[in-house]
């Protein structure tokens, strides 16, 4: 079983700054991502990595502006987001894995374990 809690969401300005942190505990986890949910809308992808930290994928969206890594030594990823954009709004998930594997994953179903989410408010 693995635990997820995020923190360092906040309210910013439009292109502002944020890094968003997600703490495992239990054991480690293999892939993980991030994820963000809108008022009225579905949750979607964002960022997401392999276990050792490699193979970075992220939405469109965000390309450029967003930096995913993890630190294996402490059981946790981060989220650097930079240029923020009022679109950004939106609770942001972490979740994590719990099938070993080496790939990427990018698809919501994929992702077993999941945190509380952190609410990021971008203001214009």
């Known amino acids: 079983q693995v635990q997820l809690v995020e923190s360092g969401g906040g309210l910013v300005q439009v292109g502002g700054s944020l890094t968003l942190s997600c703490a495992a505990s239990g054991h480690t986890p293999y892939p993980m991502g991030w994820f963000r949910q809108a008022p009225g809308k579905e949750r979607e992808f964002v960022a997401a990595l392999n276990r050792i930290g490699g193979d970075l994928y992220y939405h469109d969206s965000v390309k450029g502006r967003f930096s995913i890594s993890r630190d294996n030594a402490k059981n946790t990823i981060s989220l650097q987001m930079n240029s923020l954009k009022a679109e950004d709004t939106a609770i942001y998930y972490c979740?994590?894995?719990?099938?070993?594997?080496?790939?990427?994953?990018?698809?919501?179903?994929?992702?077993?374990?999941w945190g509380q989410g952190t609410q990021v408010t971008v203001s214009s």
């Open positions: 979740a994590a894995s719990g099938v070993p594997g080496s790939h990427t994953l990018v698809l919501r179903q994929q992702y077993q374990y």
